[in-house]
């Protein structure tokens, strides 16, 4: 009997598809298998994916198979994007229809997340802007993926940009391939509308982002439960754990743009334009429910008197008093002219609702209420925060003449201690600080060198402790920031020996040195343990970092036989061909190394000596 065209793609696979030649099978699924290939002409590496057609099927579905896969082929080669898988070719080789498409090395994000379980909070948000960067590209192009889950993500090791992959469950607005009624999608990522049959459109890839990126935050998936049925109903309505009861770190815009994705009503889902705004500008003021309840409550808490309180605490300790005199003279002058069309702004983004032209006098009053309450808290908090600063200013002064400090101001303190630290004297400076540790306006200050004299002096347990505590208000990262460039000499000592785990964590978080643009150019240093200190720091803060050059510098700047081994083998694996030229340098020199890098240049590269 005539073996139908599935059982031929599980044989021993052809040895070619057109031109591009088969080195091994890479993985199999529901639609087939794909294989790493190569391409004899352009010298790379590509994956092809053979769709497994059984020809017992009715002749209708089998031509239906046929149509689907030459749509998708058609519909990826129009998409061109960083972080979609590009196609190269398609064909058909002894009755088993292929499409070549880039081959990626690394792994996928189910791989990632079956390693890590949960990522780390720059690693997701990295993921997801890539992801939804490539659905917004897709979408202009009027495809839907249908299919978005960890399996169809792939993670580039070169670049570590995120790529959507495996547009095989593609549906193109004009085709009609679907029938009413069906479902194509993978259980626990397919949407409400994928599940019920009803029509299918870009939301449907907004809801399985939704629950993907779920999944990366919290290690756990929203929907899975004991049997399909059970998941379809979870899915269907929107039966889920809030993030808040899973891990206790999520930022606000993250758990907002989860909770404004899975909604059952795909009129109620962001867009994939919002998603990548909150993704951008880390905004978490986009209120999901939409209730005139809840908005009027968010009014009522701006218009409480503990509200007003602690928000005029807070401007009055960033403020001086001559710009609160400023301010305070041209507020009055604001609100004798303006106030009330302010007022009707405010009321209307906040509440929902317009005061109608009728409510005139009473917005009026209602206006000239609320400034004056406004107006007497600034009085009264001004005048209090004053005398406390006076007080404070005059008991810090002299504690420090009593040390022998001759100062004008505790900011000075804070520039001694500095100075201090510069020329290594640590003890002084430990009690230069002592006296300002308590100092509202230079407190913080004072714990930012607190913890570079610990770190300067070893005491790496201390000083992740006291960077840890900085870490937990926006004020405290604020103040790490901006003694980035003094952190970074600290640093500078310690790069050129292997960084402890602890040293690692701290520069990539508490520290966020991986935002300061030298971390990237010590990626390029010839010493071996500054640039891998700085590939590690880097790693560890969820940033992508191009491991080529770092390989290359190794092959030509190591003296260590089995790093430059290693970098040889490293860079064969990437075959990027950016490394040939090092490659060929080394295969010149004589040793076992030689003899690796042409290996690797023969059979990586197809170049020969």
């Not at 044989?11 to 790493?36: H, S, T």
């Not at 972080?83 to 080789?93: L, N």
Request: with cysteine.
């Amino acid at each position: 009997m005539e073996k139908n065209n599935s059982e031929r793609a599980k044989d021993i696979p052809p040895k070619q598809f057109g031109r591009y030649k088969v080195l091994k099978l890479l993985g199999e699924g529901a639609m087939g298998r794909v294989y790493l290939s190569e391409d004899p002409i352009l010298k790379r590496r590509l994956a092809i994916k053979v769709i497994a057609i059984n020809n017992d099927l009715h002749q209708s579905m089998h031509k239906e198979y046929l149509e689907r896969f030459k749509i998708e082929a058609q519909s990826c080669a129009i998409l061109n994007h960083p972080s979609i898988v590009t196609v190269y070719d398609a064909g058909e080789e002894s009755g088993l229809p292929w499409i070549a498409f880039e081959y990626v090395e690394g792994e996928s994000l189910e791989e990632l997340l079956r390693r890590q379980k949960r990522l780390r909070t720059q690693q997701c948000t990295e993921i997801a802007k890539d992801i939804v960067s490539a659905m917004i590209h897709a979408h202009k192009h009027n495809i839907i993926h249908r299919d978005i889950k960890p399996a169809n993500i792939l993670i580039d090791d070169k670049t570590g940009i995120a790529k959507l992959s495996d547009f095989g469950m593609i549906k193109s607005p004009s085709s009609t391939l679907t029938q009413d009624g069906s479902t194509v999608g993978s259980p626990g990522y397919m949407s409400p509308e994928q599940i019920d049959g009803t029509t299918i459109d870009c939301y449907s890839d907004i809801f399985s982002f939704g629950i993907v990126l779920y999944e990366m935050l919290t290690g756990e998936h929203p929907f899975i439960r004991e049997s399909i049925p059970a998941t379809f109903y979870a899915t269907l309505n929107c039966n889920y754990k809030p993030l808040s009861e899973i891990v206790e770190d999520v930022p606000p815009f993250l758990n907002n743009i989860v909770t404004g994705t899975l909604f059952s009503a795909k009129k109620k889902r962001l867009s994939t334009v919002e998603i990548k705004h909150l993704l951008e500008t880390k905004n978490d003021c986009r209120d999901n429910n939409n209730s005139r309840s809840n908005k009027l409550g968010e009014l009522k808490k701006f218009l409480h008197p503990g509200f007003l309180t602690d928000t005029v605490k807070c401007y009055l300790k960033s403020t001086s008093f001559k710009q609160l005199k400023t301010d305070l003279f041209g507020y009055l002058k604001t609100a004798k002219s303006n106030c009330t069309p302010i007022l009707k702004d405010f009321t209307n983004r906040i509440c929902g609702f317009s005061w109608k032209d009728t409510d005139k006098h009473q917005l009026t009053i209602f206006s000239y209420c609320l400034s004056g309450l406004i107006i007497l808290l600034l009085v009264v908090f001004g005048i209090s925060t004053i005398a406390k600063s006076s007080k404070e200013r005059g008991a810090i002064l002299s504690a420090a003449e009593e040390k022998g400090y001759e100062v004008r101001s505790p900011a000075c303190l804070i520039d001694t201690s500095r100075a201090l630290l510069s020329t290594g004297r640590l003890s002084e400076a430990r009690k230069v600080l002592s006296i300002v540790k308590n100092c509202s306006n230079n407190g913080l200050k004072a714990q930012v060198l607190k913890g570079r004299v610990a770190l300067i002096a070893g005491d790496y347990g201390e000083a992740s402790a006291v960077f840890s505590e900085l870490e937990q208000s926006e004020a405290g990262i604020s103040s790490i920031i901006e003694e980035h460039a003094f952190l970074m000499e600290d640093f500078s000592k310690l790069m050129k020996e292997q960084l402890s785990s602890v040293l690692i964590e701290l520069a990539a978080h508490s520290l966020r040195l991986s935002q300061h643009p030298r971390m990237h150019q010590w990626t390029e240093d010839h010493h071996y343990w500054v640039r891998w200190n700085a590939v590690r720091i880097l790693q560890n803060a969820g940033e992508r970092v191009d491991l080529v050059p770092v390989y290359i510098l190794d092959l030509t700047h190591s003296a260590s036989h089995r790093t430059r081994v290693q970098a040889v083998e490293r860079l064969g694996e990437f075959g990027d061909p950016r490394a040939i030229p090092a490659l060929q340098a080394m295969s010149g020199r004589r040793g076992s190394g030689a003899r690796v890098a042409q290996r690797v240049l023969r059979e990586e590269f197809g170049v020969e000596d």
